[in-house]
């Protein structure tokens, strides 16, 4: 490398499933160089990613447990983001079982 210049190495990766809510931290360093480096203390840097998590939780409930035949029952459905960050692209179904 000439004097003053600079290269530049663009890594894409992708974060592994498990891992929210952790901080994952990558160390790029100079791992050789065949002359001496004035100022090793520059030869290393990092950068940390916080990875986001959500807790999606469903709950359930049906207004009469022992409905007559012919009768109406109204399920409700609920979901909640126990966080700590937003979810975004949720999908949620409700299959409705023979019988209703």
Do not use: H, R, W
């Not at 030869?43 to 939780?57: C, E, K, N, Q």
Request: glycine residues 12%.
């Amino acid at each position: 490398m000439a004097a003053s210049a600079s290269d530049t190495l663009t890594i894409t990766a992708t974060v592994d499933a498990g891992t929210a809510g952790q901080t994952i931290v990558n160390t790029a360093s100079v791992t050789a160089s065949d002359q001496a480096d004035t100022n090793a203390g520059n030869d290393s840097d990092t950068a940390d990613i916080t990875v986001s998590g959500i807790d999606l939780a469903v709950t359930k409930t049906v207004d009469d447990g022992t409905p007559d035949e012919g009768g109406t029952i109204t399920y409700t459905v609920a979901l909640t983001n126990n966080g700590p960050d937003g979810a975004t692209g949720v999908a949620l179904t409700d299959l409705l079982p023979t019988g209703v």
